[in-house]
């Protein structure tokens, strides 16, 4: 390619798991299912303490606008309503079932039958799906989208975070259900474009991938360097289309859907089966877990659980992490469940955890040659400490993905991101005051 490469850093990969399929963990006891696994508003629960509920049944309704039904993973009985403490910190309705251990399907769970754009759309909008790379959006809306202004649909195959190979054995044991996905995606948003993107760490699902789409029209897999963020939206986007997406524009804006590859296949499974989204594979790893695994886990099951498939721990957990090191979100305790979007539970040892002592900037410039947007994380911090929004604005820093190159490299170990997610949150409320006084002003 002729465009020039974002920049990125290359971490330690430590995909300890890729070569394991993955495995299907018992039956929890209990399985606690937040009504918030998606970016939008909260399904709106249609189910009581007491309700008799199966695999497949539903138990949240899709709220107002941007939203996701929510459904049972497992057969039992409704146990409690409760209240969880989100990954975003506020409270969320959660419904806790206690399984009775029989896995029994729902008896409305039958194939799907798509002939047209509003099938496709119409069954997706019942199938709980939403982004599986971490993201949460609901995946219907994603797709539905005026056929004129797509013309090239990207498959994100990155998986570039360290730790993380769920991604990977979707390539490697569910290739076919990517392909008919990809079939699916193409045939009603009249897409002729298709880039398969996958870093060349992972020749294994290149030569997956490439076999499952020999005979689509249309389609190539993109080996990509082994450079993170690689996985990143707009990243991705611009290394395999040289498009860019500008500030406060969406993929779409740019003729392009970028989408997650599980995504993609709990697409296929979701129309071949009728199964909404009710399980996931996710990734166990960690210096502090005896048996790093794949799992195949009943969404809304404990995280504990997964540790005792995993033969416990070897030592105590410093941290444990929902996704990858870089961009992962702290776990409180092993009680906290397994949402739609989780791809991997990291749990981390005294030494791997624990971080290095900071000392003062030392005005190196690392940070920004980093950036994959080339932003200025030693002026965004001056001008959030000074209290001056107008400046954060002007330095663009609303445009950070918040993806930790800035502090990888850091030689003076210095919480960059955290300052960058805080000064990102002044220019916000800063934005709302704007907008309050002018709608004021004007009457």
Avoid: W
Avoid at 168 to 178: E, H, I, K, P, S
Avoid at 378 to 389: F, L
């Amino acid at each position: 390619m002729l465009f020039k490469k974002l920049s990125g850093v290359r971490v330690k990969h430590c995909k300890n798991t890729a070569d394991l399929a993955p495995v299907r963990i018992a039956v929890p006891q209990t399985v606690y299912i937040p009504m918030a696994m998606h970016i939008g508003a909260p399904a709106v629960l249609s189910v009581k303490v007491g309700d008799s509920v199966k695999v497949g049944t539903l138990i949240g309704e899709s709220g107002a606008g941007l939203s996701s039904p929510v459904y049972s993973s497992v057969s039992g009985t409704v146990k409690k309503i409760d209240e969880i403490i989100a990954i975003a910190g506020n409270h969320v309705a959660t419904v806790v079932i206690d399984s009775d251990g029989e896995q029994t399907i729902d008896e409305s769970i039958s194939p799907y039958e798509v002939n047209t754009k509003e099938d496709f759309l119409a069954a997706l909008k019942k199938s709980g799906i939403v982004g599986l790379g971490g993201a949460g959006f609901p995946t219907p809306i994603k797709l539905n989208a005026d056929n004129s202004r797509v013309d090239t649909l990207v498959i994100n195959g990155a998986e570039c975070e360290p730790y993380i190979t769920s991604d990977t054995r979707t390539m490697l044991d569910g290739a076919d259900d990517v392909a008919y996905g990809i079939s699916l995606i193409c045939k009603f948003l009249e897409i002729d474009n298709v880039i398969i993107g996958i870093e060349k760490n992972k020749p294994q699902c290149i030569s997956a991938m490439r076999k499952a789409t020999e005979d689509m029209a249309g389609v190539r897999v993109m080996p990509l360097p082994s450079v993170y963020p690689q996985g990143g939206e707009k990243v991705l986007a611009y290394h395999t289309t040289g498009r860019v997406i500008p500030q406060g524009k969406l993929p779409l804006d740019v003729g392009i859907i970028v989408i997650n590859c599980t995504t993609v296949a709990a697409i296929a499974k979701f129309i071949r089966t009728g199964m909404p989204l009710v399980e996931k594979c996710v990734t166990v790893d960690g210096s502090a877990v005896s048996e790093p695994k794949n799992l195949i886990v009943p969404i809304g099951t404990p995280v504990g659980e997964l540790i005792k498939e995993c033969g416990g721990f070897k030592e105590e957990p410093r941290k444990a992490l929902y996704g990858g090191p870089m961009m992962g979100i702290a776990l409180p305790d092993l009680t906290s469940p397994i949402l739609k979007q989780t791809n991997a539970v990291i749990f981390m040892g005294e030494k791997e955890a624990t971080p290095p002592p900071v000392t003062p900037c030392i005005k190196c410039g690392a940070c920004i040659e980093a950036c994959p947007f080339s932003l200025d994380p030693v002026a965004i911090s001056k001008a959030y400490k000074a209290g001056e929004p107008a400046t954060l604005e002007r330095l663009k820093v609303d445009i950070c993905m918040e993806c930790g190159c800035c502090s990888y490299v850091c030689p003076a170990k210095r919480n960059i991101v955290q300052r960058n997610k805080m000064a990102k949150s002044m220019l916000r409320d800063y934005k709302i005051k704007q907008k309050a006084t002018e709608e004021k002003k004007n009457g």
